[in-house]
């Protein structure tokens, strides 16, 4: 069996008992990228030599008796709104095609602290602004169990890579759904961390108050082992909550008796698939059996949740990417007279058409004497969706829903109705506005595409919703499935 098809915990496993070694590990990833991405298009950039130069390092390090952390000579992607040192770093857009940055962001320094190795950097939605990845500006990505559909968005790079076997982890980004969306489209396990565990020093803001760096992969234990590694205080990060986390794979366990799981009936109502429905309802009685009491609750406000969320983000948005003007770095017009002229044609060559739509969103809502009228109107239906879930863990340990209204769309089909594109977000958003931590994992198909199950937790409950997902995964004995691509 090629080695790129083992999950990321295995080969940690088979690294520390000198099963295999990291160059062979990552030759099987990179000939894995030869082979599909062609037909996926996970890559923005392939870091084909940095990987192996840093496989060999771990192999060294191995062979004198090094004691080595669990990531040591695992392959990982990472989004490409994250920087990494002397590697491009782009959005996916024009404004960065050839922007390189001076220094790593938190999340990379502390996976060079575990010795991993780097394939590349992933395909993205333009400044992660969409729910297809069909607003890169270097190409489409397409879903590994069904190359006509999209693999979600915005960190749909790094879902493919994942469930194409192109590499055995991958870093998204999530504002509103990034990581869950994608993970769920392309049946593999994402993790949205809630806001203030992981830093974001480095991630190149889209909404700052809401945006999040979480892991993926292909099983609930990789996940939690990636988790671990990125999570904590950062004193670049002004936002990092000061806390003691533990090791998350450490305690994973299959023990949820008693544990009560909450069914809001907002999530299971129109404009949700009867398959969706059916797929994450199955999944419940499947923890009803192993001693989970199921309990139907009520979010309210969360028919107003993805109204809320777009006001905030593109506000945020607005004031985040006013930076990226042709002064200091990115992309500059070649042809303007004068500086105010330079400025316009620049955002406007720079920019796609969906960040645009934002930023002009954004600068609406802020506006003189439209602020009150939606702006602040948001951030009040912010606090109310807050107390709203915490009533909620007032009855319940976790909350399940359906990560998606149905399963991946075709590529174009929602591309020329943007309130359609952005329905996608509707079972996710309300996770961001709250600060709070979701996971998706897989629970089922729908003509043979994936389907994804959301369990929502309380604010640094990861290791619960772990758990939860853990026991369901070993009651159907994995999610590690590659699809075959042709």
């Known amino acids: 069996m090629e080695l790129f098809r083992y999950t990321a915990t295995e080969i940690s496993d088979m690294l520390k008992n000198k099963e295999c070694s990291s160059v062979e590990v990552t030759k099987s990833v990179l000939d894995r990228i ?26 060294e390090k191995i062979a004198k008796g090094e004691s080595l ?16 040192k002397g590697v491009k770093t782009t959005c996916s857009s ?14 990379i320094e502390k996976l060079n602290n575990c010795d991993y190795v780097p394939v590349g950097k992933l395909n993205m939605d333009e400044f992660a602004m969409g729910s297809s990845t069909e607003t890169s500006y270097f190409k489409k990505t397409k879903n590994p169990h069904n190359l006509d559909c999209v693999p979600g968005g915005s960190s749909g790079g790094s879902a493919s890579s994942v469930s194409a076997g192109e590499t055995m982890l991958s870093l998204g980004s999530d504002t509103g759904g990034s990581i869950r969306l994608p993970a769920s489209y392309c049946g593999v396990v994402g993790l949205k961390p809630t806001y203030s ?17 979480g892991p993926i992969g292909r099983s609930v234990s990789d996940v939690a082992m990636l988790y671990s590694a990125i999570c904590g205080r950062d004193n670049l990060d002004a936002t990092s909550a000061i806390r003691e986390y533990p090791d998350f794979r450490a305690n994973l366990n299959t023990d949820i008796k008693g544990k009560v799981i909450g069914l809001p009936k907002e999530y299971f109502g129109k404009g949700v698939s009867d398959n969706v429905k059916e797929a994450v309802l199955n999944l419940s009685k499947e923890l009803e059996k192993q001693g989970a009491i199921l309990k139907e609750i009520s979010l309210p406000s969360t028919d107003y949740a993805l109204n809320a969320y777009y006001i905030i983000s593109s506000a945020e948005a607005s004031s985040n990417l006013a930076r990226f003007d042709g002064v200091k770095y ?8 004068g500086l105010v002229d330079m400025y316009e044609k620049t955002r406007s060559e720079g920019f796609g058409d969906e960040v645009k739509r934002r930023i002009l969103l954004g600068t609406f809502v802020l506006s003189s004497g439209y602020y009150d009228a939606y702006y602040k109107k948001a951030k009040l239906l912010q606090q109310k969706i807050s107390a709203e879930f915490n009533d909620a863990f007032d009855a319940c340990d976790v909350i399940l829903t359906p990560t998606a209204p149905d399963v991946a769309f075709k590529i174009g089909e929602n591309t020329n109705d943007p309130l359609k594109m952005y329905a996608s977000d509707i079972c996710t958003t309300t996770v961001n506005i709250a600060g709070l931590p ?16 959301q369990l929502i937790g309380r604010k640094f409950g990861e290791q619960t919703l772990l758990n939860t997902a ?15 691509i042709k």
């Open 197 to 213: 565990s992981v830093s974001r020093y480095g991630l190149i803001a889209f909404a700052s108050s809401l945006d999040q760096i």
């Open 438 to 453: 979701a996971l998706s994992i897989p629970c089922g198909y729908d003509n043979n595409l994936p389907i994804g199950a």
């Open 470 to 484: 853990f026991a369901y995964e070993s009651l159907v004995g994995g999610f590690n499935k590659i699809p075959d």
């Open 330 to 337: 990115g992309y500059r017009a070649s042809d303007y007279n």
């Open 94 to 107: 024009k404004m960065l095609e050839n922007f390189v940055p001076p220094y790593n962001a938190t999340v």
């Open 34 to 59: 030869d082979e599909v991405e062609d037909k996926v298009g996970s890559f923005v950039t392939v870091t084909k030599e940095l990987a192996l130069e840093k496989a060999r390092e771990v192999d």
């Open 69 to 84: 952390s669990n990531l040591a000579g695992i392959p990982i992607a990472i989004k490409d709104n994250i920087c990494t």
